[in-house]
């Protein structure tokens, strides 16, 4: 009887052992304990990938509401100022920067009385804007002495080159604009007030004899000079406080 038995036992085993749909079967059959831990993961990548999805959706600007209390942020934000942490400015930080723009346009006052006579000018209008990116703001991107100096003088020798090729016209400044822009992105150089050299060469007349000296006379070599007050600036802002 018992040799009966093991008998039975062997073939039944040597059966499911060398049967091929069997073994596969029972290879191919989950345990319970790997059927919950890839639920677990399925859940923690679903989770991630949401969480990957609001990340990008603010990236892009658009508000995920986290529940129904909570409102979109209505469109006239960007009309508003800029919400900071910071403490307001205190007077020298408003009266050290302004200074700063008085002596730097005086300063270049007084080098157009002296150039006057060779009917050139350095008080061109966009050192305006430099001089509001250099004094207010000099930690920005576009107060980098990079940026300005290659923008200043990429734009401008695109502005000569427009006019060259266009004459004076809508489409110059339009070609020289767009040109200015690529120009920028591309080096890297961003320096919003650069993007008005171009424009302001094609229609100036008085600044078409420089032709391509214009690209260092009078924008970059003013900016030397309005680098030099920046420092000076910084400096009575970080050491006279009041």
């Known amino acids: 009887m018992a040799a009966q038995l093991m008998s039975t036992s062997f073939s039944y085993y040597y059966h499911h052992q060398t049967n ?3 073994a596969a079967a029972r290879t191919l059959k989950p345990s319970p304990s790997s059927t919950c831990l890839n639920s677990l993961l ?12 609001e990340e990008k959706r603010r990236g892009y600007g658009v508000v995920v509401a986290s529940s129904s209390s909570n409102a979109a942020a209505p469109l006239w934000d960007s009309w508003k100022p800029e919400k900071s942490s910071a403490a307001s400015p205190s007077l020298s930080d408003i009266i050290w920067p302004s200074a700063g723009a008085f002596a730097a346009m005086a300063i270049l006052g007084k080098m157009d009385q002296i150039l006057a006579q060779k009917g050139v000018s350095m008080t061109i209008a966009p050192l305006g804007a430099v001089c509001a990116v250099l004094f207010a703001t000099p930690s920005s991107p576009a107060a980098r002495k990079y940026n300005m100096f290659m923008a200043q003088i990429g734009c401008a020798a695109i502005g000569v080159a427009a006019f060259s090729v266009f004459g004076p ?17 591309l080096t890297r150089s961003n320096h919003p007030p650069a993007a008005s050299l171009p424009i302001l060469f094609i229609d100036g007349v008085k600044l078409h004899h420089l032709n391509f000296w214009f690209a260092l006379f009078p924008g970059a070599a003013a900016c030397i000079i309005l680098c030099l007050m920046q420092e000076v600036v910084c400096f009575l802002k970080n050491n006279f406080k009041f």
Do not use: C, D, E, K
Not at 42 to 53: A, D, I, K, P, Y
Not at 170 to 185: D, G, P, Q, T, V
């Open 20 to 22: 091929p749909s069997i």
């Open 169 to 185: 016209g809508w489409l110059a400044r339009s070609a020289a604009l767009a040109a200015s822009i690529a120009f920028m992105i």
């Open 42 to 53: 399925s859940l923690q990548r679903f989770g991630v990938f949401q969480r990957t999805r």
